[in-house]
């Protein structure tokens, strides 16, 4: 019979390798993409999700107890800061005139 | 509740967070759970106490200093936040399809520079533009919610907010998420009848 530890093990590890695969999608896209804006999607979108799907499993792994809450705060202030931080640095790029690319054009 | 003055509900919900948010980061918690139910040995009492007073005394000096930073008292404030609850799983739903949509556009096979001949998924997978629209939205927890929505949701970014007429300049990587803000507007909507601002 499976073990209740196999089992929070086995869903920690599918949590990581999930998690895992959104940040390498992550990196990918931010050395592919064509400019800095589109490149700014990559990080800033893969980046929340790969880390909460991370701290979710360490949460499973740890049960229930003070460690866990304060991971859980974690995920959450990541889910406020993390678009902010985006948003804050694609502001800056407008505002000092970075031109987004167009399709069709050479890469920047 | 109903009678109670602004600056006093304030201090309360600030005493309250900085409370529960002490007991949760100390690991002097459950000392202090040993000390209430009296199994905590003798000799650590002097010691949990005082890390208790500094404890009560450093809550009571922050919120007395940043009590005015904390949420202000609205009007049907209960409602607006059970629908802000009811408003979190879809966008909970809406950041894992902006993972995925993002992961696809980046491991896409077809490179983005070669124009718009066909490839596997006909339409090669990026076409970024910058969009404006204009919305109902004016007060600051409203904007800020849509603000962060349309960054977390697939494929746009928020680029600049006019907070008195509600416009919000966007970066979308493609037509599709673009036309999701300017045709469909689902997620003005959603927003809009989360903080009762709908026109």
């Given at each position: 019979m499976f073990s209740l530890d196999l089992i929070v093990n086995g869903v920690t590890v599918a949590l990581f390798v999930i998690g895992l695969f959104f940040m390498f999608s992550g990196a990918i896209g931010f050395l592919r993409f064509p400019d800095f804006y589109t490149r700014l999607h990559a990080t800033g979108k893969c980046d929340t999700l790969g880390e909460i799907l991370i701290i979710v499993g360490l949460i499973i792994y740890d049960g229930l107890s003070p460690l866990s809450a304060k991971l859980l705060f974690l995920s959450f202030f990541m889910l406020l800061a993390n678009p902010a931080g985006t948003h804050a640095m694609m502001r800056a790029a407008y505002v000092t005139g970075v031109r987004p690319w167009k399709r069709g054009e050479a890469r920047q | 509740m109903t009678r109670m003055s602004e600056k006093n509900f304030s201090v309360l919900v600030t005493l309250v967070v900085l409370t529960i948010f002490w007991l949760l980061l100390s690991p002097l918690t459950v000392d202090i759970y040993k000390f209430f139910i009296g199994e905590l040995h003798h000799e650590h009492i002097p010691h949990v106490l005082f890390l208790l007073g500094s404890a009560i005394i450093s809550i009571a000096i922050v919120t007395v200093i940043?009590?005015?930073?904390m949420i202000k008292k609205e009007e049907q404030m209960w409602l607006k936040f059970k629908r802000l609850l009811a408003y979190l799983p879809w966008e909970l739903y809406q950041i894992l399809l902006a993972n995925l949509d993002v992961a696809y556009r980046a491991i896409?096979?077809?490179?983005?520079?070669?124009?718009r001949s066909g490839g596997m998924f006909g339409v090669g997978p990026i076409d970024p533009e910058i969009i404006q629209f204009e919305t109902t939205l004016r007060s600051d927890l409203s904007l800020v919610t849509m603000a962060n929505s349309i960054t977390l949701t697939p494929g746009t970014i928020t680029i600049?907010?006019?907070p008195p007429i509600g416009k919000f300049w966007v970066h979308a990587i493609a037509k599709a998420p673009a036309d999701a803000l300017l045709v469909d507007q689902s997620m003005q909507k959603k927003v809009a009848h989360v903080y009762l601002e709908e026109g």
């Open positions: - | 940043s009590h005015d930073l896409h096979p077809k490179s983005f520079e070669s124009g600049l907010v006019d």
